[in-house]
């Protein structure tokens, strides 16, 4: 099976950046892009930002130029520097990725379990 596990999330101040990071294990033959959501209660799980393994990025207008996704295909990990936080973002993030389990097969798509950020004074 596949496991995508996030890490670095946290509290921070208004204004105040960190990085998220999720890696992603077991039966994988190709991933394909990998994502970052986020959640708050009783809203609908929005895109922030994705990467495909070439390379190219997608991001939500309301982080575009403060958010930045990357990505190291030889560990299967993706990252997310998140800057200038604002209160409003506070939210679970999850990563996602859209990958095949065997060469050729289909394409699947897993979640990681989610990690809370908080943007708080």
């Known amino acids: 099976q596949v496991q995508l596990v996030e890490s670095g999330g946290g509290l921070v101040q208004p204004g105040g950046s960190l990085t998220l990071a999720c890696a992603a294990s077991?039966?994988?033959?190709?991933?394909?892009?990998m994502g970052w959501y986020r959640q708050t209660p009783g809203q609908e799980r929005e895109l922030v930002a994705a990467?495909?393994?070439?390379?190219?990025?997608n991001y939500a207008d309301s982080v575009k130029g403060r958010f930045t996704i990357s990505s190291d295909n030889a560990k299967n990990t993706v990252y997310l520097r998140m800057n200038s936080l604002k209160p409003e973002e506070t939210a679970a993030y999850y990563c996602?990725?859209?990958?095949?389990?065997?060469?050729?097969?289909?394409?699947?798509?897993?979640w990681g379990q989610g990690t809370q950020v908080t943007v708080s004074s």
């Open positions: 996602n990725a859209d990958l095949q389990t065997d060469y050729s097969g289909p394409t699947f798509r897993f």
């Open positions: 990467i495909t393994s070439g390379g190219d990025t």
């Open positions: 077991g039966r994988i033959s190709k991933i394909l892009i």
